[in-house]
C-alpha cells in the first residue's frame, strides 16, 4: 500500500512537472511570436548613440526637458529648447554651457513659442528642422492646475488642454510630414510626456489626467501608423517629479492633504528630472514604447499595457508573471483610496475642504 501511494505521488508529481514544461514552452513560443510579429518592420533598428542627433524638447527650459537637453548635449546631440518665456530660455542655454563640459553655443537653438498656438509651433518646428532635421521630437512642456474638477476656472480647463494636448498635437503634425521624408534607414522618435496620471485616477488633478491619458492615447494609435516609415513613438511616465510643476501641485491645503494620501505621494520618493531624462533617452534608444521611471510606474504598466505588448520577450514574460501580483496589489490601493475618501471627506468636513 505505502509502495502505490509512492509510485501514486511520482506519477502525478511527473504528470505536473510536464504539464507545467509544456506549458511554459507553449506560453513561451506564443510570446516569442507575439513579439516577432510586433517587430516587424523596419522599425526594429535603434538608435545606438545621440551623437550627432537633432533633439526638439519643448518645455525644455525647466525640469524634465532641461534635463533631457543636458543629458542629450552631453552625448554630441544637437538641441533646439522650446518654451514661451524668452529670459528662461536664455538663462537655460547659459546653465547648459556651464554643465556640459566644452559645450559649443552653435549646438543649441532657442524658440520661445506658446505650443498652444498652432501656426507659430508649425513655424517653430519648420524653421528648427531647416536647421538640422530632427531625430527625436520631444513634446514635454506642459502645465498643472490642481483642484476639484468644479472648483478648476473654464480658463484653466481650457489653457491644460490646448497646452498638454494640442501643445503636444502641434508639434507632431508640423514634424511628420517632414520625418516621413527621411531616408527609412534614418529612424526617428517621437515622444510624450504622460505620466502615472496617465495609467490612473489622480485626485486633485482632474484635468491634467485627461489630458495625459489623450497623450498616452494619441501615442498609443500613432505608435502603429507610424511603424512603417521607421518613426518610433514612446509614451514617458513618470510618477512625481522634483521639478517646479510639482511644486505647482503640492497644495498646502486640506485638497492637498487628501491628493498626497490618494495618489501616494512622498516627497522623499519623488524622482529627480535627471533620473526620468536617463530613463527617457534609454527607452529612445532601445525602441520602449511606454517608458516608466519607478517602481509604481512599473506596475501600473503592468496593469495598464492593453492589449498590444512590449516588443522584449524577457519583458513580456517577466510582465506576465507579475500581472497576478501587480492585480492582487491593486486591491491594496483600492482599500487605500476608499479609507481615505471615507475617512477624510466625511460630509462634515466637506465645507473645510
Ligand atoms: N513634475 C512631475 O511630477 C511630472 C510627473 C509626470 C509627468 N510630468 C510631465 O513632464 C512634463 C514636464 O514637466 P516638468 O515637471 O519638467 O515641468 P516644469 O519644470 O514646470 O517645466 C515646464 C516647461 O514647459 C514650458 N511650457 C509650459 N507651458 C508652455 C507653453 N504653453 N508653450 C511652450 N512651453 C511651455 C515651461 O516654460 P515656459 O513657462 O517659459 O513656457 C517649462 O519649460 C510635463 O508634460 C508634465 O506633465 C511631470
Not at 38 to 57: E, M, N, Y
Not at 184 to 192: A, H, K
Amino acid at each position: 500500500m505505502g509502495t502505490m501511494d509512492f509510485h501514486h505521488i511520482v506519477r502525478l508529481l511527473l504528470n505536473i512537472l510536464s504539464f507545467l514544461v509544456a506549458g511554459g514552452l507553449v506560453l513561451y513560443s506564443y510570446v516569442r511570436w507575439a513579439c516577432r510579429a510586433s517587430r516587424g518592420s523596419p522599425s526594429a533598428v535603434f538608435f545606438t548613440s545621440l551623437q550627432g542627433k537633432h533633439l526638439v524638447i519643448t518645455g525644455g527650459s525647466s525640469g524634465i526637458g532641461y534635463s533631457i537637453a543636458k543629458q542629450a548635449l552631453e552625448e554630441g546631440a544637437y538641441v533646439t529648447l522650446v518654451a514661451r518665456n524668452c529670459e528662461r530660455l536664455q538663462a537655460a542655454k547659459e546653465s547648459l554651457q556651464r554643465e556640459v563640459l566644452g559645450l559649443l553655443s552653435s549646438k543649441i537653438i532657442l524658440k520661445a513659442v506658446d505650443v498652444s498656438d498652432s501656426e507659430a509651433t508649425t513655424a517653430a518646428i519648420q524653421e528648427a528642422y531647416a536647421w538640422r532635421p530632427i531625430d527625436v521630437l520631444v513634446c514635454n512642456a506642459g502645465v498643472v492646475f490642481p483642484g476639484h474638477f468644479d472648483e478648476v476656472s473654464i480658463t484653466q480647463l481650457d489653457d491644460a488642454m490646448k497646452i498638454n494636448v494640442m501643445g503636444s498635437v502641434y508639434p507632431v503634425h508640423a514634424a511628420l510630414p517632414l520625418m516621413k521624408q527621411r531616408n527609412l534607414s534614418n529612424p526617428c522618435s517621437i515622444v510624450f510626456l504622460s505620466s502615472i496620471a496617465g495609467m490612473n485616477q489622480c485626485y486633485g488633478g482632474n484635468i491634467y489626467a485627461a489630458t495625459k491619458y489623450a497623450q498616452k492615447g494619441l501615442a498609443e494609435v500613432l505608435r502603429w501608423e507610424l511603424m512603417p516609415y521607421n518613426i518610433r513613438v514612446h509614451a514617458v511616465c513618470p510618477g512625481f517629479v522634483d521639478t517646479p510643476m510639482s511644486a505647482d501641485a503640492e497644495l498646502p491645503t486640506r485638497l492637498g492633504e487628501i491628493a498626497r494620501a490618494m495618489n501616494q505621494y512622498d516627497k522623499k520618493k519623488m524622482d529627480t528630472s535627471d533620473h526620468v531624462a536617463a530613463c527617457t533617452l534609454a527607452g529612445v534608444k532601445k525602441g520602449t514604447f511606454l517608458i516608466t521611471t519607478s517602481s509604481r510606474g512599473h506596475w501600473m504598466a503592468i496593469l495598464a499595457r492593453g492589449p498590444t505588448p512590449e516588443g522584449s520577450i524577457a519583458t513580456n514574460l517577466w510582465e506576465l508573471s507579475l500581472a497576478i501580483p501587480a492585480r492582487l496589489l491593486s486591491f491594496k490601493d483600492r482599500t487605500l483610496m476608499t479609507n481615505v475618501m471615507m475617512t477624510m471627506v466625511t460630509p462634515s468636513k466637506q465645507k473645510t475642504i
